[in-house]
């Protein structure tokens, strides 16, 4: 494979994200999945010629503006689930969506991370629906499943269940409600396969339809702070602050990640709290917008 086809590879890969869409959601997640997968076995066997690639790389849509990548971004994390211990050094902030193949696909990477890194690194989940009607569900169970300390169970249950056995809890359209479209927490049923899952998982069920109400505050304000970062899909990153997007393996993320390791474990040596490293030089001093 020569440079050119490698470069168009790479470009396609980083364009691997879930934009905002609400038409025909459940064909276009197939799609989606199909062609991520596709050009992952290109990928491994070498199937792109100099000629694709320069096509490939002639024909690639202009993008919507995003955070750069040279600069720190302070993305506020209170009240997102994460794991990985609070003093860590470094912090992956994964902005994503219940019914994105994409975010599927990058699980096993963010798994990747913390068994390399340990405790030197955390992943906060951050919500940002991009298929409000099939995947707000999902981010309001995930969030009220953390209420109860049970987010990982849960996450687990919505993608190995809910979105590989495409078990999505759906609005009912304003046509079949006679008037306003009714949202499934709302219902006197009740998200009937996320609250399965609460079942399964082994949480107070009652609670978690409460706190599915309660959790559409912090989902819109995870939206609104992304928002303001200038990410509009998902998958994407921030890295100790610094932005990467698509459905990229461990490889991508190891170079940033060694680099914040090193600055961190820098200003850490010379006395900043290691519990206090990511507010103090990430929020307090990234840059608050686009």
């Given at each position: 494979?020569?440079?050119?086809?490698?470069?168009?590879?790479?470009?396609?890969?980083?364009?691997?994200?879930?934009?905002?869409?609400?038409k025909?959601?459940?064909h276009?997640?197939?799609d989606?999945a199909?062609?991520?997968?596709?050009?992952?076995?290109m990928?491994?066997s070498?199937k792109?010629?100099?000629?694709a690639?320069?096509?490939?790389?002639?024909?690639?849509?202009?993008?919507?503006?995003?955070?750069?990548?040279?600069?720190?971004?302070?993305?506020p994390?209170?009240?997102?689930?994460?794991?990985g211990?609070?003093?860590?050094?470094?912090?992956?902030?994964?902005?994503?969506?219940?019914?994105?193949p994409?975010c599927e696909?990058v699980?096993?990477?963010?798994d990747?991370?913390?068994?390399?890194?340990g405790?030197?690194?955390?992943?906060?989940?951050k919500?940002?629906?991009?298929?409000?009607q099939?995947?707000?569900?999902?981010?309001?169970?995930?969030?009220?499943?953390d209420?109860?300390?049970?987010f990982?169970?849960v996450?687990?249950?919505?993608?190995?269940?809910?979105?590989k056995?495409?078990q999505?809890?759906?609005?009912?359209?304003?046509a079949?409600?006679g008037?306003?479209?009714?949202?499934?927490?709302?219902?006197?049923?009740?998200?009937?396969?996320?609250?399965?899952?609460?079942?399964?998982?082994?949480?107070?069920?009652?609670?978690?339809?409460?706190?599915m109400?309660?959790?559409?505050?912090?989902?819109?304000?995870?939206?609104?702070?992304?928002?303001?970062?200038?990410?509009?899909?998902?998958?994407?990153?921030?890295?100790?602050?610094r932005?990467?997007?698509?459905a990229?393996p461990?490889?991508?993320?190891?170079?940033?990640?060694d680099?914040?390791?090193?600055?961190?474990?820098?200003?850490?040596?010379?006395?900043?709290?290691?519990?206090?490293?990511?507010?103090?030089?990430?929020?307090?001093?990234?840059?608050?917008?686009?």
């Amino acid at each position: 494979m020569n440079k050119l086809a490698v470069l168009t590879i790479i470009t396609a890969m980083s364009a691997a994200a879930c934009q905002q869409d609400t038409k025909g959601l459940e064909h276009k997640i197939d799609d989606l999945a199909k062609t991520q997968t596709a050009m992952m076995e290109m990928m491994k066997s070498g199937k792109f010629g100099g000629g694709a690639g320069a096509a490939g790389a002639q024909q690639q849509p202009n993008r919507r503006p995003e955070p750069d990548k040279a600069k720190t971004y302070a993305v506020p994390v209170d009240g997102d689930a994460f794991e990985g211990p609070a003093t860590a050094k470094v912090t992956v902030v994964k902005a994503y969506d219940y019914a994105c193949p994409y975010c599927e696909k990058v699980r096993p990477t963010m798994d990747e991370l913390r068994k390399k890194y340990g405790d030197d690194i955390r992943i906060v989940y951050k919500q940002l629906v991009v298929h409000p009607q099939i995947a707000t569900a999902g981010a309001l169970a995930a969030c009220a499943a953390d209420k109860q300390g049970k987010f990982k169970e849960v996450d687990n249950l919505l993608w190995d269940k809910g979105f590989k056995g495409r078990q999505f809890d759906k609005d009912v359209p304003a046509a079949e409600a006679g008037g306003q479209p009714v949202k499934c927490w709302d219902s006197p049923e009740g998200c009937t396969n996320v609250v399965g899952f609460a079942k399964e998982a082994g949480l107070n069920v009652e609670k978690f339809k409460a706190d599915m109400k309660s959790c559409q505050t912090l989902i819109q304000k995870d939206a609104r702070e992304l928002q303001a970062l200038g990410v509009g899909a998902t998958p994407s990153f921030f890295i100790n602050g610094r932005f990467i997007s698509g459905a990229m393996p461990i490889e991508n993320f190891i170079p940033l990640v060694d680099e914040e390791l090193k600055k961190a474990s820098e200003k850490i040596q010379k006395g900043t709290p290691a519990a206090d490293y990511y507010a103090q030089e990430i929020v307090a001093k990234g840059q608050k917008t686009l």
